[in-house]
């Protein structure tokens, strides 16, 4: 169920340039039925930035009743989020979307699992669901450059995990697309989050596998109520449009015109 929920800042650390990671605590972690939900921040109770912010949940912990949400300070709105210090409280509402499809992956298959920049953390609680249900998760994880990227360490404990930077500051240098002309097709499914042209080129590549894609979208409201992310959709979609917010984030591949 959607909640509106003063959430605890439980934590807070800048893990990599301008990226940080926060630790919220509140009844509102209780909700989050499966990885890839976000969540619509409002930063200050000012009011000024008037909207709230989407920002992908990165982890779950039930029993702390804690999430951890990573996300990059680049406009007013998140930069602001940053300031904030253990026992602020946030304006939290969610959790919002659908999520990624855990149980299209079955026990002892394979599962790829690719991010790009700041869609990299939403597949952290995936990876996390998938390897405790027994399947195996290989990462492909994109950064502009090293010193932007965060939790290899933290994916390698999950399963294997390849990192890219487009300026070859660290791992294989260019793109995800580089990666995965090395590893091969021995997986059953893949998931994705990252930027349109990361999409789509994962897609392209992977049209005889079972995919799904997370959309990073600009977004209003985040409950399907002012239309702001709404995506065309191709022939095998039922409707013409889709709300990325309120329909997605997560769509299976080929759904959404890219
Ligand atoms: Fe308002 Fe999606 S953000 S409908």
Avoid: W
Avoid at 86 to 95: I, Q, S
Avoid at 165 to 193: R, W
């Amino acid at each position: 169920m959607i909640t509106q929920d003063r959430m605890k800042v439980t934590g807070q650390r800048e893990i990599a340039n301008n990226i940080f990671e926060m630790k919220l605590s509140g009844k509102l972690v209780g909700e989050i039925a499966c990885p890839g939900q976000f969540v619509h921040i409002r930063v200050s109770d000012s009011f000024e930035p008037l909207l709230r912010r989407p920002i992908s949940i990165a982890s779950i912990d039930n029993e702390a009743n804690e999430m951890t949400i990573i996300y990059r300070a680049e406009g007013r709105g998140t930069t602001l989020l940053s300031l904030k210090k253990e026992g602020d409280e946030v304006d939290v509402l969610g959790p919002l979307g659908n999520g990624f499809p855990v149980e299209e992956t079955s026990p002892g298959e394979t599962a790829l699992l690719i991010g790009g920049g700041i869609g990299v953390p939403p597949l952290y609680e995936l990876s996390k669901q998938l390897t405790a249900k027994g399947v195996t998760c290989i990462h492909i994880l994109g950064f502009q450059t090293a010193d932007v990227s965060f939790y290899e360490e933290e994916f390698m404990r999950l399963g294997e995990t390849f990192i890219a930077t487009v300026d070859g500051s660290k791992g294989t240098p260019g793109f995800v697309t580089n990666v995965m002309e090395t590893i091969g097709n021995n997986f059953a499914t893949y998931y994705c989050c990252g930027p349109m042209p990361m999409l789509n080129a994962v897609q392209t590549a992977y049209t005889d596998k079972k995919g799904f894609l997370s959309f990073e979208q600009r977004m209003g409201c985040g409950i399907g109520a002012c239309f702001a992310c709404v995506c065309k959709t191709t022939e095998k979609a039922d409707q013409e449009y889709v709300k990325v917010c309120s329909d997605g984030p997560v769509f299976p591949a080929g759904v959404v015109s890219i």
